[in-house]
């Protein structure tokens, strides 16, 4: 698929869940929240690491980056593949910087699920390795075990904690005997108790399109991407079929045009050498009969 394309189907997409509300449980996004990679693609040869780390470090900590070289010359291919801190600064990523143009180039950036990196070299370092390895952001240290005097320190905060649990329990108690209380006069005065009123509640209209994105929808929302593309392939294939056949029509019309120049000259020719016959056949009158007249003089 054209790049471009793919631009602008996330950027529907995106468009289209902002429309309709949808929760991040139920976003395509949430099919990436494993993995803290992105793709982007697009962008000028001449940028280094350090500018993309600069331009996209506005939506979070970049712990590691892959700009994609040539083995031979070195130089950039266009594409790099950028590892965030934090998994939810790549759905700010994709929704914010996915369609935008740096030096005159539209980019392309996209979540990538299974991020396989690159074979080690011998001068890779540990960091990376064990980035490589994790197969997203790093997790958080473990906690390391308290000491004796953290545990001392802790004990006054648990009583005060445990004596906070009790007042609440005893305030609970006393809301619910003045209940009873009042529920026990209550039935005592009205022997025959009144009916609960009929709570009306308005139906909310329900959007169609919202079940291509609920849970059960979400198998359907991949059908609807692959639909999607599919009818954008037949637009395409439909488009290059006319463009052909209309590049085919405007090559036989300039063929034919072409034919009947060369007509009309290779017929001007002939007529210009029938010219140039005749003048040349008066000259040879003309010279014929001074000659006669000279000879009758003589």
Known sequence: MNPLTKVKLINELNEREADLGIKEAVSWHSEYKDSAWIFVGGFPYELTEGDLICVFSQYGEIVNINLVRDKKTGKSK??????????????????????????GRTIRVDHVKNYRPPKDHEDIDDITKRLREDGCAPTEPAAAAPSEEDEQQDIPVKKAKKEK????????????????????????????PRPPAAIRVKEEKQDAAYDKYNHQGVPERGRDREDTDREIYRREDRDNRDRRRDDRETERKARDVRDREADRRRDDGRREDRREEDREDRWRDREDSRRRDRDTRR
């Open 78 to 103: 266009g594409f790099c593949f950028v590892c965030y801190e934090d998994q939810r600064s790549t759905i700010l990523a994709v929704d914010n910087f996915n369609g935008i143009k740096i030096k």
């Open 165 to 192: 649990k009790e007042k609440k329990k005893k305030k609970k108690e006393k809301k619910e005997k003045k209940k009873k209380k009042s529920r026990e006069s209550s039935s005592s005065t009205d022997s025959s």
